[in-house]
């Protein structure tokens, strides 16, 4: 522990104009599209660990809008218009991420999207085309295609999944490497001179004539006076802006923000690997990928709703072995494979699944509760957040 520099004081610790809480992704596109807005602000961000922790890296990597079956459940309980919007930010969010770094910088891959209806589910087909066709019409206006999602059963054989009756494909979507696409942000920003701080967590605020005071987690000595004191490392800033998503009730506990753990495997090498693409099952609550010849999987958070309610990043038996069966009655049913590598995120989530983008005061505000889809959303959420400040 040590005293500050003249130096660090009137540069890495200078005050701000903006100081945003959160180095994941709606940080850092919040941070780029405020640079873009006025290249003149002073922004630093400020990280809790060593890089982003939350869900950002450590999600699945797939660049998707929404499948069948979870947009129809969403048109249900959000309403039509609410869910076509949601839409709408995701899919702009996609090419918005694609038209600033192209496809290789994020190894971008489009082999599709694909929902599976198991038999159990007995969804009748009349139903199900029904469905299919109305979505279609509504989603023609956000993504210019006739048919975002069509019926393509020839499939299930092919892929080699059993217990499914049917498969719905959507070519328009597509996977990423979510720690490329971070880091790529984090050098964009930061060459636009955004100054991002790690192992910098925030304890508290308080609101101050002319701005915003942050208390660190950081001590320090500070030996201006004649009894040198231990303090925590305090920055002022104009503006605060908090992205810290599940975590954001740590900072402004009246929000409608919960966190909700993740948790995802990734199996050996599977020779001769059937399928490529984005697959979701059971509303999105069972997700994988192919990657590398092995399966990503993630999910089954709806079997323990409440033990995911969470904020500890661990794995837990119930939910890996849940995951293992899935993979093996019903991914790779007959196929010898084994686990290389487990880990858990944590997502926000509320009562709605709108994300929260608001003035909390004067010169506070918040954009958090991107409810597991931040990859697609977090552009435009950074885009819409930028507009409302200063």
Not at 15 to 21: E, K, L
Not at 269 to 289: A, N, T, V
Not at 298 to 311: I, V
Request: aromatic share 8%.
């Amino acid at each position: 522990m040590a005293g500050l520099s003249i130096w660090e004081k009137e540069s890495f610790f200078a005050p701000r104009d903006i100081v945003i809480a959160g180095s994941g992704l709606v940080g850092l596109w919040s941070a780029y599209f405020l640079k873009k807005k006025n290249p003149a602000l002073s922004i630093a961000i400020l990280e809790r660990g060593m890089i982003p922790t939350g869900a950002s890296t450590r999600n699945a990597g797939f660049a998707c809008f929404g499948s069948a079956t979870e947009l129809i459940a969403d048109t249900m309980t959000l309403g039509e218009d609410p869910m076509l919007e949601l839409v709408e930010m995701r899919y702009k969010g996609l090419k918005k991420i694609r038209k600033i770094f192209g496809n290789k910088a994020i190894s971008y891959e489009r082999y599709g999207g694909y929902e599976l209806i198991s038999e159990q589910q007995g969804m009748d087909m009349d139903i199900l085309r029904s469905n299919i066709d109305r979505l279609n019409r509504k989603m023609k206006k956000i993504v210019k295609k006739e048919k975002t999602f069509r019926l393509n059963d020839d499939k299930i054989k092919e892929f080699g999944f059993a217990g499914i009756q049917h498969l719905i494909e959507n070519p328009m979507e597509g996977q990423l490497h979510s720690g490329k696409l971070c880091l790529a942000l984090l050098k964009e920003v930061q060459s636009m001179g955004v100054l991002v701080l790690n192992n910098s967590p925030i304890e508290g605020f308080d609101k101050v004539s002319d701005g915003v005071l942050l208390k660190t987690h950081n001590p320090f000595i500070r030996s201006s006076g004649s009894q040198p004191a231990v303090e925590s490392l305090s920055f002022f800033a104009n503006q605060l802006l908090i992205c810290t998503n599940a975590f954001a009730r740590q900072l402004l506990p009246d929000l409608d923000v919960q966190p909700a753990r993740g948790q995802v495997l990734v199996t050996s090498p599977i020779e001769g690997l059937p399928f490529r693409g984005s697959f979701h099952f059971d509303e999105g609550f069972y997700y994988f990928r192919d990657l590398g010849g092995r399966v990503l999987l993630g999910g089954a958070r709806n079997k323990d709703f409440e033990g995911e309610q969470t904020y500890e990043q661990a794995v837990t038996d119930p939910i890996q072995q849940e995951l293992e069966r899935f993979l093996r009655d019903t991914v790779l049913p007959g196929k010898q494979f084994s686990i290389e590598q487990r880990w858990s995120g944590t997502m926000a989530m509320g009562k709605e699944k709108m994300p929260v983008v608001q003035a909390v005061d004067n010169n506070i505000f918040c954009a958090v509760r991107m409810s597991g889809m931040g990859v697609a959303l977090a552009p435009m959420i950074g885009e819409k957040v930028a507009g409302l400040m200063r």
